[in-house]
């Protein structure tokens, strides 16, 4: 099927947010996050070798790739975006590129992509990912630093500027070709057929290296559509701003990322949870404008997704 095609026709998708930063869920040192789980990192400035302790002690044991696939399946979902690698850094999926992944750093030792992508195949659901291809707080020269922390961002810092301050000999392409692209050809060749790449938070990519990861997308997989986020005005399909719906109609594919509550991480504090209703209303206002919803869930550091989350998907909130 023509990948535009498809993606017009599926409306309503899942994006999970998932990785070491939900151990903390939400909380650092006796203070509560007071912005999206998946941001602590950044926020309370936790230095990588403390940080790195988390992957010592991350054992999902109640991970189930089967029981995400069906609830988003029986709540009309039509495909699952998955955080393989977010800002942290961390692969949640076997990377040979960097050992900081979930089978090689973690007791856990599964490849959660890779479960994800085989119950996907089996129950009739597309697989998408997301991948930070520019912030990685866990690289010296990960991207993010040609922003001013303190005007942007709510004062938290883009890169990582606790444990590399040295702003002036940063230099994103050492990471660019060290990790990001060798980790963007795993995503895409170990995993089969992947509907769409989810990037994020283009700062200091140029338009040759933006170009460069598209070029490398459509080599390996010609129908995987890739979102705007990629940076210098590039990719299949844009994506709006969190928590944004489209204001106008638009022949053009577009989808709107979403929050269940009022965070993408975990938080265990955070029980500002949409109603079924809710839920229903926001699907029929992007679909009446042309775009997908993307809604996100937020699994906790057992692996499940949160009990409210599934209520309310499944219409019992």
């Known amino acids: 099927m023509d990948p535009r095609k498809w993606f017009k026709d599926a409306k309503f998708g899942m994006m999970v947010h998932w990785g070491l930063y939900s151990l903390l869920a939400g909380e650092w040192n006796g203070h509560r996050m007071d912005y999206i789980g998946e941001w602590i990192m950044s926020k309370h400035e936790i ?70 992508a085989q119950a996907c195949g089996k129950h009739d659901i597309r697989l998408g990912l997301y991948y930070s291809q520019e912030i990685d707080w866990h690289e010296p020269h990960g991207g993010g630093y040609g922003a001013d922390r303190y005007h942007t961002n709510v004062g938290m810092s883009w890169d990582n500027d606790w444990d590399f301050p040295d702003r002036e000999n940063k230099n994103y392409t050492i990471c660019f070709e060290k990790k ?14 992947i509907c769409l790449i989810c990037f994020d938070t283009p700062g200091v990519i140029t338009p040759e290296q933006s170009r460069e990861l598209v070029n490398l997308v459509k ?41 269940l509550n009022r965070t993408w991480g975990y938080k265990s504090f955070d029980n500002e949870w949409k109603t079924r209703a809710q839920i229903d209303d926001i699907l029929r206002r992007c679909n009446e ?29």
């Open 219 to 259: 080599f390996y997989q010609p129908d995987c559509l890739i979102n705007s986020r990629i940076g210098n005005n590039m990719g299949d399909y844009r994506s709006c701003g969190d928590n944004k719906l489209p204001e106008e109609y638009t022949d053009e594919l577009v989808e709107a990322p979403v929050t």
């Open 289 to 317: 404008k042309g775009a997908n919803l993307l809604l996100n869930v937020g699994p906790d550091y057992l692996g499940r997704i949160p009990g409210p989350s599934v209520d309310a998907l499944l219409g019992r909130l």
């Open 47 to 116: 230095p990588i070798k403390e940080y790195e302790r988390l992957a010592g002690i991350f054992n999902p044991i109640y991970f189930d790739a089967e029981e995400w696939v069906f609830t988003a399946k029986n709540a009309g979902m039509k495909y699952i975006v998955v955080t393989s690698k977010h800002h942290d850094g961390f692969a949640m999926y076997h990377s040979k590129a960097d050992k900081y992944n979930i089978v090689d750093a973690t007791p856990f030792g599964r490849d959660v992509i890779g479960e994800l």
């Open 180 to 193: 990001i692209k060798p980790q963007l050809k795993e995503i895409m060749t170990q995993y089969g057929d």
